[in-house]
């Protein structure tokens, strides 16, 4: 599963976590405040369905079968 945050960088989008260290900290030194805003509430979304996601397989016992 990826993140779904794709970054404009150079004509071409990426996605943010197939970006290097040092993609990531350049395109961050052009955000405005509200894109950055944006940018950390879908990585908080992305991140709370992923837990909540991995909690529910736990419960059904299924969990297992998607990390092997």
């Known amino acids: ?3 779904g945050i794709y970054i404009r960088v150079d004509k071409k989008n990426m996605l943010l976590e197939q ?3 040092e993609q990531r900290t350049e395109w961050l ?3 405005s405040t509200e894109g ?3 940018t950390v509430n ?3 979304n992305v991140l709370q369905y992923i837990e909540t996601e ?3 397989l ?3 016992g ?3 079968d998607y990390t092997e």
């Open 29 to 31: 030194k052009t955000l």
């Open 1 to 3: 599963m990826n993140s």
């Open 19 to 21: 970006m290097t260290e």
């Open 42 to 44: 879908i990585l908080a």
């Open 36 to 38: 950055l805003i944006r």
């Open 54 to 56: 991995t909690d529910r």
């Open 58 to 60: 736990d419960l059904e």
């Open 62 to 64: 299924d969990y297992d």
